[in-house]
């Protein structure tokens, strides 16, 4: 509706004005891309052919009109267009402002990669391939009229073409969209900029990471942008240029197969950071903006938050790690990258490696402050034990087990919590802020009163910040332990369909086991004759840490590489997608009985049909991994899984013992005290003790820089902001014509948009004359028009030298990759900048709703 809005406004501003251009005018179109979409037809309750679509397609394909029609006031879409594709399905609707797209590409995953990686690839591949490949007769004709060769055009449209990345579950406002593209003009190393994320939901754990995401925000992603590039931009809300996108060793790289137990851990488990660390190696910068606000769905329960945590924290630390081992490389490729970024992320890596070491620290000191006659011997004991619980339950038992000792350890340690809070107001009020840790409670409480002072927006997370400090034990020291133990646990464990889960372990425990049973209700249950079966499975679906049962039996093991043969030799018959794609273009295949929902599909037409196929071939097809593999990896992942426990482990334990040992000896001899030039209550001088330089160090360097990072940061917001209002002396009541258009209007306006040769242009561009230049639409002139797509019409110079410049554009697609998308170049489309809307402006144009 706001580009609808836009180009009525453009329109009544040429009747008045004449050649009027609004660059900020763009197509609108959206991909939704459905991981695992089919579920197996069944006629009489027995498997047929063919796949059906589950039930939350069908439920897309209710709302979606159903929304349209409340949305647009009773007008209703056309019905939605259905075809059959190499990869499953794609269902298009066509909406009432001015003929914007909404295409869904539905996956089977028996025919191409799940996982959100490989979505990724294949929209990348397809919006800056074979979609903007339908520019190339428009773009021969802006090559001859603006006296520029093939190779720049393609550069200044590649830099000027936008992917905003979103996940299903985010809410955002057109304006947010508006402030990152306002990064992207600004500089053109720009490769990815993200916006501010506020979680919504329900229930403690949402408030906790409300204050989280405030904080990480506030004081860490500002920082980052400060001093050099912010290293992830998640994907939940993102915008990617597609220059950066198609450069040399980021797509190319991004579209990798792990193979490693590293790889799993790097490539999966954070793929958006993973592609955050391309772009930055590739020389490109990542920024934020705190003015650009999106919303969406965070983890409600203790479970599920866990488990996201556990994807997110080995594959943070691993790409930290790969930057840092490589920082030479980095810093000399990207200019943006400084030795005083390289320090810093040094210096918070390791804070990060002491931190269930400092936390401990801390717990045990609050220990020691509540109940002085409890000696610090049995309190360093009666820590260890909770701690040590849960370490022996990691390597023991299964995650649900982990998870629910999690929950009742962090439970208790809330209370030691209090306990700590109010031991720091007691020393405060008798030491009279003579204390180390009285100062440094002090300056942290600061640090967030000032952030969220800053931040009026967000002031109400302040509030959470109670819960968050009672749940600093089990955040920072149980979650991280946790996270490092189940390494080898590459599922991701968030946002699956449960009940599908629990229909394939049904099934699977059904086909596992072939014998018969007999029992004494369920207190002894005996099997007989019994035969375990074991199949390849697909690798998206694998769970190397307790779906694979080992078995040392040799026939059975001969009987399972049998069965892996057969399967291979299936899938080796089934991968000729070349000939299977040219009986069907040329008619052979015409005749096939489509079942299942495949039934009122249409066909794709040629050219989409091929690049699937190629596509798929390259990089996404479905991979069936044998047993002895299988077990290769889990084996991989689990000695990685050792190792890095072991490590985090023993520095952490080296850490405790030494401040520890420090602690008891000036106990007793007073040697390693800091005098202070006060007193505390009593007469008493203040001193500095082992832990509290330990805490203090660990910590308020950290926070300090961050402190004055968030200043810098939001001043220039500040002034982002100023810059991006505007100043309106009229209010202009604006209402989109959603009225469909009669047929003679849209052939005449078919018959304009055509080229001199008879070929059809993209609908954003505006129709080309066939002699010479001349106003169309009341006074837009085409060549202001092309400049802009391309653009020229900002003249603004090139930040790049010349070497620079002539990379990129000789690397936006590999030579390998031109054997499979040689018919598809690389041709981005030009997508430029939007306006934000006003809020009075939309709720005026949508019945029912008020200022309010």
Same mark, same amino acid.
């Given at each position: 509706?706001d580009?609808?809005?836009?180009?009525?406004?453009q329109?009544n501003?040429?009747m008045?004005?004449?050649?009027y251009?609004?660059?900020?005018?763009?197509?609108?179109?959206?991909?939704?891309?459905?991981?695992?979409?089919?579920?197996?037809?069944?006629?009489?309750?027995?498997?047929?052919?063919?796949?059906?679509?589950n039930?939350?397609?069908?439920?897309?394909?209710?709302?979606?009109?159903?929304?349209?029609?409340?949305i647009?006031g009773?007008?209703?879409?056309?019905?939605?267009?259905?075809?059959?594709?190499?990869?499953?399905?794609?269902?298009?609707?066509?909406?009432?402002?001015?003929g914007?797209?909404?295409?869904?590409?539905?996956?089977d995953?028996?025919?191409?990669?799940?996982?959100?990686?490989?979505?990724?690839?294949m929209?990348?591949?397809?919006?800056?391939?074979?979609?903007?490949?339908?520019?190339?007769?428009?773009?021969d004709?802006?090559?001859?009229?603006?006296?520029k060769?093939?190779?720049?055009?393609?550069?200044?449209?590649?830099?000027?073409?936008f992917?905003?990345?979103?996940?299903?579950?985010?809410?955002?406002? +057109?304006e947010?969209?508006?402030?990152? #593209? %306002? $990064?992207?003009?600004?500089?053109?190393? @720009?490769?990815?900029?993200?916006?501010? *994320?506020h979680?919504?939901?329900?229930?403690?754990?949402?408030?906790?990471?409300?204050?989280?995401?405030?904080?990480?925000?506030?004081?860490?992603?500002?920082?980052?942008?400060?001093?050099?590039?912010?290293?992830?931009?998640?994907?939940?809300?993102?915008?990617?240029?597609?220059?950066?996108?198609?450069?040399?060793?980021?797509?190319?790289?991004?579209?990798?197969?792990?193979?490693?137990?590293?790889h799993?851990?790097?490539?999966?488990?954070?793929?958006?950071?993973w592609?955050?660390?391309?772009?930055?190696k590739?020389?490109?910068?990542?920024?934020?903006?705190?003015?650009?606000?999106?919303?969406t769905?965070?983890?409600?329960?203790?479970?599920?938050?866990?488990?996201?945590?556990?994807?997110?924290? +080995?594959?943070?630390?691993?790409?930290? #790690? %790969? $930057?840092?081992?490589?920082?030479?490389? @980095?810093?000399?490729?990207?200019?943006? *990258?400084?030795?005083?970024?390289?320090?810093?992320?040094?210096?918070?890596?390791?804070?990060?490696?002491?931190?269930?070491?400092?936390?401990?620290?801390?717990?045990?000191?609050?220990i020691?402050?509540?109940?002085?006659?409890i000696?610090?011997w049995?309190?360093?004991?009666?820590?260890?034990?909770?701690?040590?619980?849960?370490?022996?339950?990691?390597?023991?038992?299964?995650?649900?087990?982990?998870?629910?000792?999690?929950?009742?350890?962090?439970?208790?340690?809330?209370?030691?919590?209090?306990?700590?809070?109010?031991?720091?107001?007691?020393?405060?009020v008798?030491?009279q802020?003579?204390?180390?840790?009285?100062?440094?409670?002090?300056?942290?409480?600061?640090?967030?009163i000032?952030?969220?002072?800053?931040h009026?927006?967000?002031?109400?997370?302040?509030?959470?910040?109670?819960?968050?400090?009672?749940a600093?034990?089990?955040?920072s020291?149980?979650?991280?332990?946790?996270?490092?133990?189940?390494?080898?646990?590459?599922?991701?464990?968030?946002r699956?369909?449960?009940?599908?889960?629990?229909?394939?372990?049904?099934?699977?425990?059904?086909?596992?086991f072939?014998?018969?049973?007999c029992?004494?209700?369920?207190?002894?249950?005996?099997?007989?004759?019994v035969?375990?079966?074991?199949?390849?499975?697909?690798?998206?679906?694998?769970?190397?840490?307790?779906?694979n049962?080992?078995?040392?039996?040799?026939?059975?093991?001969?009987?399972?590489?049998?069965?892996?043969?057969?399967?291979?030799?299936?899938?080796?018959?089934?991968?000729?997608?070349?000939?299977?794609?040219?009986?069907?273009l040329?008619?052979?295949?015409?005749?096939?009985?489509?079942?299942?929902?495949?039934?009122?599909?249409?066909?794709?037409?040629?050219?989409?049909?091929?690049?699937?196929?190629?596509?798929?071939?390259?990089?996404?097809?479905?991979?069936?991994?044998?047993?002895?593999?299988?077990?290769?990896?889990?084996?991989?992942?689990?000695?990685?899984?050792?190792?890095?426990?072991?490590?985090?482990f023993?520095?952490?334990?080296?850490?405790?013992?030494?401040?520890?040992?420090l602690?008891?000896?000036?106990?007793?001899?007073?040697?390693?005290e800091?005098p202070?030039?006060?007193?505390?209550?009593?007469g008493?001088?203040?001193?500095?003790?082992?832990?509290?330089?330990?805490?203090?160090?660990t910590?308020?360097?950290?926070?300090?820089?961050?402190?004055?990072?968030?200043i810098?940061?939001?001043?220039?917001?500040?002034?982002?902001?100023?810059?991006?209002?505007?100043?309106?002396?009229?209010?202009?009541?604006?209402?989109?014509?959603?009225r469909?258009?009669?047929?003679?209007?849209?052939?005449?306006r078919?018959e304009?948009?055509k080229?001199?040769?008879g070929?059809?242009?993209?609908?954003?561009?505006?129709?080309?004359?066939?002699?010479?230049?001349?106003?169309?639409?009341g006074?837009?002139?085409?060549?202001?028009?092309?400049?802009s797509?391309?653009?020229?019409?900002?003249?603004r110079?090139?930040?790049?030298n010349?070497?620079?410049?002539?990379?990129?554009?000789?690397?936006?697609?590999?030579?390998?990759?031109?054997?499979?998308?040689?018919?598809?170049?690389?041709?981005?489309?030009?997508?430029?900048?939007?306006?934000?809307?006003?809020?009075?402006?939309?709720?005026?144009d949508?019945?029912?709703?008020?200022?309010?």
């Amino acid at each position: 509706m706001d580009q609808c809005w836009r180009r009525q406004d453009q329109a009544n501003k040429q009747m008045q004005k004449g050649g009027y251009y609004d660059e900020d005018i763009y197509d609108f179109e959206v991909h939704i891309f459905f991981d695992d979409a089919f579920k197996p037809r069944k006629v009489n309750g027995k498997p047929g052919k063919g796949r059906h679509v589950n039930e939350y397609v069908k439920l897309l394909e209710k709302c979606v009109p159903n929304t349209a029609k409340l949305i647009y006031g009773n007008y209703e879409l056309d019905p939605v267009k259905k075809y059959e594709t190499p990869y499953g399905m794609k269902f298009e609707w066509t909406m009432l402002t001015d003929g914007a797209k909404l295409i869904v590409h539905l996956k089977d995953k028996q025919k191409i990669r799940n996982r959100k990686r490989w979505s990724q690839v294949m929209y990348m591949y397809y919006l800056l391939t074979f979609e903007l490949n339908k520019l190339k007769p428009h773009l021969d004709l802006q090559c001859q009229e603006l006296s520029k060769s093939v190779p720049e055009m393609v550069h200044n449209l590649s830099e000027n073409t936008f992917l905003l990345a979103l996940d299903g579950d985010v809410d955002f406002k +057109p304006e947010a969209v508006t402030l990152l #593209l %306002d $990064l992207m003009r600004k500089n053109t190393e @720009v490769g990815a900029a993200c916006g501010r *994320i506020h979680p919504i939901g329900s229930g403690p754990m949402v408030w906790y990471q409300k204050f989280e995401y405030a904080v990480s925000h506030w004081l860490q992603k500002a920082t980052e942008h400060v001093i050099g590039c912010v290293l992830c931009s998640p994907g939940c809300f993102s915008l990617f240029r597609g220059s950066a996108v198609l450069a040399d060793n980021v797509l190319k790289t991004y579209t990798r197969q792990a193979t490693e137990a590293e790889h799993h851990i790097q490539y999966d488990q954070g793929e958006d950071r993973w592609l955050c660390t391309l772009m930055l190696k590739e020389g490109f910068r990542v920024e934020y903006c705190a003015a650009s606000d999106a919303l969406t769905f965070a983890p409600e329960g203790f479970f599920e938050f866990y488990k996201q945590r556990r994807r997110w924290a +080995p594959s943070t630390m691993a790409n930290i #790690l %790969d $930057l840092l081992l490589d920082w030479k490389y @980095v810093k000399k490729n990207n200019d943006s *990258i400084s030795m005083l970024y390289i320090i810093y992320h040094i210096f918070l890596f390791v804070s990060s490696l002491l931190t269930p070491g400092t936390i401990f620290l801390l717990i045990m000191g609050a220990i020691i402050t509540a109940f002085p006659a409890i000696q610090p011997w049995l309190a360093l004991v009666l820590n260890m034990l909770p701690v040590g619980i849960l370490i022996v339950s990691i390597f023991l038992t299964k995650e649900d087990t982990q998870l629910m000792l999690a929950g009742i350890i962090s439970t208790i340690y809330s209370l030691v919590m209090m306990v700590v809070l109010i031991g720091l107001i007691k020393e405060g009020v008798e030491s009279q802020f003579c204390s180390v840790t009285t100062v440094f409670f002090c300056f942290v409480a600061g640090v967030f009163i000032v952030a969220a002072l800053i931040h009026p927006q967000e002031f109400t997370c302040l509030f959470h910040g109670v819960l968050y400090f009672l749940a600093v034990p089990s955040m920072s020291m149980l979650l991280i332990l946790y996270s490092i133990g189940n390494m080898h646990n590459i599922n991701w464990g968030t946002r699956e369909n449960k009940s599908a889960d629990s229909q394939e372990a049904v099934a699977k425990r059904k086909s596992k086991f072939e014998g018969h049973t007999c029992s004494i209700g369920e207190w002894c249950r005996c099997m007989l004759c019994v035969r375990e079966i074991v199949e390849p499975m697909p690798q998206d679906a694998m769970d190397y840490a307790s779906d694979n049962p080992s078995d040392d039996d040799k026939p059975q093991q001969e009987a399972t590489d049998k069965e892996a043969a057969q399967k291979t030799t299936t899938e080796t018959e089934q991968a000729d997608h070349d000939n299977t794609v040219v009986k069907k273009l040329t008619g052979d295949n015409k005749g096939k009985v489509k079942k299942g929902d495949f039934k009122n599909c249409m066909d794709l037409s040629e050219d989409e049909n091929v690049f699937w196929t190629r596509l798929i071939k390259k990089y996404l097809k479905p991979t069936v991994i044998k047993p002895a593999e299988q077990e290769r990896v889990k084996k991989e992942l689990e000695e990685l899984r050792n190792k890095v426990f072991f490590f985090v482990f023993i520095i952490n334990a080296l850490f405790v013992t030494i401040v520890y040992v420090l602690t008891q000896v000036n106990s007793y001899q007073g040697t390693l005290e800091i005098p202070l030039p006060c007193n505390v209550a009593g007469g008493k001088q203040g001193k500095i003790e082992p832990i509290s330089i330990a805490f203090t160090l660990t910590f308020g360097l950290l926070l300090l820089i961050q402190f004055f990072g968030m200043i810098y940061h939001r001043i220039s917001t500040f002034t982002h902001i100023i810059a991006s209002t505007r100043l309106d002396t009229q209010k202009q009541i604006r209402r989109p014509n959603l009225r469909r258009k009669e047929e003679e209007t849209t052939t005449k306006r078919e018959e304009e948009s055509k080229t001199p040769d008879g070929n059809n242009l993209p609908k954003h561009l505006p129709p080309i004359p066939n002699k010479g230049w001349k106003k169309i639409k009341g006074g837009i002139k085409v060549s202001s028009a092309l400049r802009s797509i391309s653009g020229e019409s900002k003249n603004r110079p090139e930040k790049l030298n010349e070497l620079k410049n002539k990379m990129k554009e000789e690397s936006i697609i590999s030579d390998e990759d031109k054997d499979i998308l040689s018919q598809f170049p690389d041709t981005p489309v030009g997508i430029l900048s939007i306006r934000s809307l006003r809020k009075n402006d939309i709720q005026e144009d949508i019945p029912g709703t008020s200022k309010d």
